[in-house]
Every structure is written in C-alpha cells, then in structure tokens.
C-alpha cells in the first residue's frame, strides 16, 4: 500500500433546469481514476469547465460524487456519513484561488489559523495560540501580525495564512486549487518555494489544480490533463512536458507564459 | 468614535431639513383647517380671522417655523386646532399604540424569516425552495389594503379575532391579566397582516445574502475543517450576510411608525395612522407634521441602529473608519 490516494472510476453528474422549465443532466466528471503516493505532487491541469474544481471538492468530502471510489489512506471515504466525514476531513485540507474570499474577514490572523483546532475540538484556548503561532511562523507571517484582519494584508500574504490555516489540522493531503493563479509572478514563486518547503519538512503530498502547465512542471512529479470531465493524460510531470500525447496538452503547455516560449514550444499537430 | 459623531450629525440635519420641508409644504397646500368654517353662514368671517389670528395662522412662514421649532424645545410640538390640545402628547399615546402593533410585527417576522431564509438558500432550486418562492412571490404581489381586508373578512365570518379597536368595550372592568390577554386578541389580525406584508420581503432578501456567501471559499474551508451544518449556517454564513440584513432591519426599524398607517386605518387600531388621516382630511397641519417628524426619526434612528450594528458586527467598517 505505497498511495495515499486513490480515486477509481469518479463520476458526477448534475441536474440542472433549463429556462423552459426542462432538464437536462450534466456530466461534470467521467471514469475518472488517478493515484498520489505520499509525500509526492500530482498536478491537475485543464481548462475551466474542465472538472478541476468539482473534483477537489469531491475528493474533500464537500460534493458526493455520483458514483466511483475515493479511497485515502487505506481507507474508503464515499459512502461515509456525516459525523464519519468529521473525522476524514482533518486529513484532506483544501487552499483556494481567491485569497480576498477564502478567509473569514471578520478573524484576525491567529483566529483563522486556530479555527480549525476549535472545530475539533483540539487542545485548549493557550495551545491552539501557540500552535496558531508556530504555524503562521511556518508561512513567513511575523509575529506582530497575528491580530490583523484578512483586509489588512497582502494577497501573497492571505495565501499564506490559508495554508497556515490548512497545516493546523495535520492534514495528510493538500489540495491546491488554483492556489497561486490569482498571485503576480513573484509571488507565485515564493508561495511555490513556500510549498515546497513545507512538503520537504512535512511529508505533505499535493493534489495541485492549476491551468498553467509552467507552475506544474515546476511543483509536481506526475500530472495529470483534464477536458470535458475526463483524464485525458496521466503520467510523470517530464514525460508529458517533452513529449505531449493530446492536443490539448500540447495546446495548454504552449499557453504557459515563459520567456522564449515560441522556440521551445512542442509542435501543434 | 468621530465615525458615530459623524453619522449623529447627519441625522440632526436630516432631521433639520425634513421639518423645514414639511413645514413648507403644509403651508404651501391650499386650505386650511379654518377654511371650512367660511361656509358656515353662523360663523362671521370675523370670528375665522380672529381664530386665523388666535393661531398665528396670517403671521408670515419663517415666524411660524420659528414659534414651531420654539414649541417643539418646549416639548408640543405645536397645537392642534381639532383636539384643542399640544400636538406632542396626543401624538405619543398613538406612537405607543402603533408601536406596540409594529414592534411585535416586526421581532415575528424576522424570527420567520431568519430560518425560512437560510433553509431555502440551503435547498436553492429543490421543491422545498420553489414552493417558498411561489408562496413569498404570492405575498409580494398582494396590496396590504386587499390582505388587510381579506383578514378582516375571515375574521368576520370566522369569529376568531375580535374584528376592530384595541380593547373590548367591557375592558374597564376586566382583572390585568384579562386586560392583557384582551389587547393581545384584538392585536392578532393587524399583527398577522403586518407580518404576510413584511415577511416576503424579508424572506428573500435573507434568502440571496446567505445564498450568495454560502458558495465563498472560507465557507467551504470551514466545512472542510469538519464544522457542524447548524454551526455553520448560523454562525458562518449568517454573519457573513449580515450586512445587508442589518441594513434591512435599520428599514424595518425605521418603518415601525409609518408601516402600519394603512392595516391601521383598516383594522381601526387606535394608531398614528387613523388619527393622521383625520389630520390631512382635516388639514390639522401641525399634527401632520408632527406625525411626519415622528416617522422621520425612526428613520433616522432605525439607520442610525443599522450603523452601530454593521460597525460592531463587521471588522472591516472599523478597520476603515480608523483608517480614516
């Protein structure tokens, strides 16, 4: 047993109304089935629409997918019911695209980084300070800045209070869902050193969700393309950066802004 | 701090402003409450002018904004020429009746629209939701005077509320108890046409707030950190929506005097609006502006209350009024 996660066969499917008043079934994922071994980064590239986002969230326990198996750690998390999921669910910790929206404005710093110890019911009100302390440490925040509000810092720095906020628990599993699109270029870099950092020190294993193929060949041992709802390419990060199998894959990784681009683009066919 | 001082100072010209335009306008309207007594052929056109002149109604405009606002410090309010008596005092005792109507109104509809609200964002677009839609949408586009008149229909011929007034006619010499439960009869019709006209409203707008914030990525980091449903429904995503509501709530506040004239007038509750509607037919000037200095103050102080809870309830106001 050398994967953390498993995901065999996911699908989900919604039913939405039309104006008229019809319905109509829309496939959002389909036979999807990857794999992460611990301590490792699988990247999740596609377009948007693609499937990225309602896959995190089914694999986060926050959408149940329509049919399929997540298995983490051993264990089956599906079919779990509620008060189960609250024990599943310190294990797979999720960081948004949107610093400004995915804090609470209304916690200060070390509020927000010890919410999810309160929810838990972990540790007392000292130590869930302290640990709050430690952890925005961890991320670069200094000290001083634990009772400031969401509003008052900058977006690299809302980043890193959401990861800090998502290291509280422990978890095993990181979801990164399009954790760095909304940052400018350097400090997309510094949150990506951040990240890579804390998995070395941690043993974290990344389920990273981006767009732009430049940051997941440069943060992720395998990735994995996506259109439509489906996999549509699997396999290690190098591979499918030098020699691309789909059109869109090769169409994406031309999308990826980097100096001298056009010269070492692969061909589209 | 200078943030309250600020706003009271908003109010107090506000408040300035509205007096000064309601007194011109009720002056600027043609007739007064004297002109009717012109066509008695018993009353002399002398004794109106001596009355016009008894209360200082040929004195020029200014003057009598001045001898008003001068009355008003000293707590009247000016003078009303049907009841013969300072306008504040008889003011109050119908303020207190219509409040006693809508603050009851109000505290039930918001406790049913609170639940009803968050529950039909949760379920947005399932069966539970449309029929609470429909219903709310039903609601929205009936008048309050058709509802009103409905109610007291079924009233009527149901006999299960007392159809009018206040108080029974035998009230005098009922225990206190008795006394109280008889106003808290006669109270259920106006209330419940109070709350079918304010419920929709409210319903909605506690539906969109709490749907709009329920899809916000911290919302689903806190599900993610295993938080219960109802902690976070209420706790979460209801003080995230709150200001809006709490801006609502300063209008629900601020509509406690003027709300109810029409469900008064209808259901003959002993209110501000029967006795104002005698006023304007009457052109019992200073009463009506008093009633609409009275309606304007709620709606200064249910603003003013709006405020003071988005400032304390919202880290981001403060963060801004001490920045500035």
Redesign the interface.
Same mark, same amino acid.
């Given at each position: 047993m050398d994967r953390l996660l498993i995901v065999e066969k996911l699908e989900k499917r919604y039913e939405c109304?039309r104006v008229r008043g019809t319905k109509k079934e829309v496939t959002a994922l389909q036979d999807v089935s990857f794999s992460i071994g611990p301590g490792s980064t699988l990247a999740l590239v596609g377009e948007s629409g693609s499937g990225k986002s309602t896959l995190a %969230?089914c694999i @986060?326990? %926050?959408d149940r997918p329509t049919s399929g198996r997540i298995v983490l750690d051993g264990n089956e998390i599906t079919s779990l019911d509620?008060k189960q999921? +609250?024990?599943v +669910?310190?294990q797979?910790?999720?960081v948004?695209?949107?610093p400004a929206?995915? %804090?609470?404005? +209304?916690f200060s710093a070390l509020e927000m980084v010890s *919410?999810?110890l309160l929810?838990?019911g972990r540790l007392d009100r000292r130590e869930r300070e302290n640990r709050a302390r430690v952890l925005l440490a961890q991320v670069g925040i200094s000290q001083d800045k634990g009772l400031q509000?969401a *509003? *008052?810092f900058s977006g690299g720095q809302r980043q890193r209070l @959401?990861i800090a906020? @998502?290291l509280a %628990?422990k978890p095993k599993l990181l979801i990164l869902d399009e954790a760095l699109s909304a940052l400018d270029c350097s400090v997309q870099a510094q949150i990506a050193n951040l990240l890579i950092e804390l998995q070395a020190s941690l043993g974290l294993t990344y389920l990273f969700i981006t767009h732009d193929f430049g940051m997941a060949g440069h943060l992720a041992d395998d990735i994995a393309v996506m259109q439509h709802g489906k996999i549509v390419e699997l396999g290690a990060a190098g591979k499918v950066l030098r020699a691309p199998e789909q059109e869109i894959t090769r169409r994406l990784i031309l999308a990826a802004p980097r100096l001298g681009a056009a010269a070492h683009a692969p061909k589209v066919v | 701090m200078t943030y309250f001082l600020r706003r009271l100072m908003q109010a107090a010209f506000l408040l300035i402003g509205v007096s000064i335009l309601t007194f011109l306008f009720s002056a600027l309207a043609p007739g007064n409450y004297f002109d009717e007594m012109r066509l008695n052929p018993q009353i002399s056109p002398e004794t109106v002018a001596a009355l016009r002149a008894q209360y200082q109604l040929d004195r020029p405009l200014p003057l009598r904004y001045g001898r008003w606002v001068n009355s008003l410090l000293h707590g009247e309010m000016g003078f009303s020429f049907a009841y013969n008596s300072p306008v504040a005092p008889l003011l109050w005792v119908r303020a207190r009746n219509t409040l006693l109507l809508t603050l009851t109104a109000t505290v039930i509809a918001w406790a049913l629209a609170l639940p009803l609200g968050i529950w039909s964002a949760t379920t947005l677009g399932r069966v539970s939701d449309r029929v609470l839609s429909g219903v709310t949408s039903a609601l929205l586009v009936v008048p309050d005077l058709p509802l009103a008149l409905a109610l007291l229909i079924l009233a009527v011929r149901s006999g299960w509320f007392p159809t009018g007034g206040m108080v029974s006619v035998a009230f005098e010499n009922l225990s206190p108890i008795q006394k109280m439960r008889d106003i808290v009869l006669h109270m259920e019709l106006p209330v419940i046409a109070l709350v079918l006209s304010a419920l929709p409203i409210l319903v909605r707008h506690v539906r969109s707030a709490v749907a709009d914030v329920l899809e916000a990525p911290f919302l689903r980091a806190a599900a993610s950190h295993g938080i219960r449903r109802r902690t976070l429904l209420y706790r979460y995503a209801l003080r995230a929506a709150a200001n809006p509501l709490i801006s609502l709530f300063g209008f629900s506040v601020g509509a406690l005097l003027s709300g109810s004239l029409l469900v008064e007038v209808v259901m003959s509750w002993p209110g501000l609006g029967p006795l104002l509607l005698e006023a304007i037919l009457a052109r019992d000037f200073y009463v009506v502006i008093g009633g609409v200095l009275y309606s304007t103050i709620f709606l200064v102080a249910g603003n003013f209350l709006a405020d003071v809870l988005v400032f304390w309830a919202d880290p981001r106001i403060r963060t801004r009024a001490a920045a500035k």
């Open positions: 109304t %969230l @986060a326990c %926050l509620e999921l +609250r024990e +669910r310190p797979i910790q999720l948004f695209q949107d929206r995915s %804090l609470n404005p +209304r *919410e999810p929810v838990q509000k *509003e *008052e @959401a906020r @998502a %628990l | -």
